[in-house]
Antibody, heavy 123, light 110 residues
Framework: QITLKESGPTLVKPTQTLTLTCTFS??????????VGWIRQPPGKAVEWLAV???????RYSPSLKSRLTITKDTSKNQVVLTMTNMDPVDTATYFC???????????????WGQGTLVTVSS | QSVLTQPPSVSGAPGQRVTISCTGS?????????VHWYQHLPGTAPKLLIY??NRPSGVPDRFSGSKSGTSSSLAITGLQAEDEADYYC???????????FGTGTKVTVL
């Protein structure tokens, strides 16, 4: 059974850097085809894909946020970390991490998802 | 910003059939990449409902997905009260080299 859980601050100030950790079990990020993605959902809005990291350390970022995002993995700890710089109130959202199902370092879907963590950006 | 367009809402009476469209382009749905659908109940984690033309174990066969050209559809037959939720489509976009989600559709059971 695959499970994922997000952790990090619930409140950050504008201009600060957000660091979120996804701790997972039930699979290894060293297994060919494995991946972990981050998706967010602002209150009352649609979900938005942010970034993904694959078993081979290839990474993909949302073009609109690429300059602010960094995704890394620690295979030994079964963790994936997402950092987002220069936080703004519009970045207030629930942030989810999810297991990426697929065979290659592109395509596929996200299943399952973590429960999500609400991050509020406010001074 | 969402690259895949869905109707904001659809509704139907219990037992009816509803469909949700997902319109993309040549660089996502129009490719060989599958379209996937998620069901999202507020306060919970989104759940994979359809992957390509398949259903994960445990998903009722009332749910089905299809794809034609640059569009995809999710059909729910025999609508039930428990189907009231938000639904999102998702695909991979070769121009963006990343994943795209739909704008989301709220299904209301009358």
């Amino acid at each position: 059974q695959i499970t994922l859980k997000e952790s990090g601050p619930t409140l950050v100030k504008p201009t600060q850097t957000l660091t979120l950790t996804c701790t997972f079990s039930g699979f290894s990020l060293s297994t060919s085809g494995a991946g972990v993605g981050w998706i967010r959902q602002p209150p009352g809005k649609a979900v938005e894909w942010l970034a993904v990291i694959y078993w081979n350390d290839n990474k993909r970022y949302s073009p609109s946020l690429k300059s602010r995002l960094t995704i890394t993995k620690d295979t030994s700890k079964n963790q994936v970390v997402l950092t987002m710089t220069n936080m703004d109130p519009v970045d207030t959202a629930t942030y989810f991490c999810a297991h990426r199902r697929g065979a290659t370092d592109n395509g596929g879907n996200f299943d399952p998802w973590g429960q999500g963590t609400l991050v509020t950006v406010s001074s | 910003q969402s690259v895949l367009t869905q109707p904001p809402s659809v509704s139907g009476a219990p037992g009816q059939r509803v469909t949700i469209s997902c319109t993309g382009s040549y660089s996502n749905i129009g490719t060989n990449y599958d379209v996937h659908w998620y069901q999202h109940l507020p306060g919970t984690a989104p759940k994979l409902l359809i992957y390509g033309n398949n259903r994960p174990s445990g998903v009722p066969d009332r749910f089905s997905g299809s794809k034609s050209g640059t569009s995809s559809s999710l059909a729910i037959t025999g609508l039930q009260a428990e189907d009231e939720a938000d639904y999102y489509c998702q695909c991979y976009d070769i121009s963006l080299s990343g994943y795209v989600f739909g704008t989301g559709t709220k299904v209301t059971v009358l």
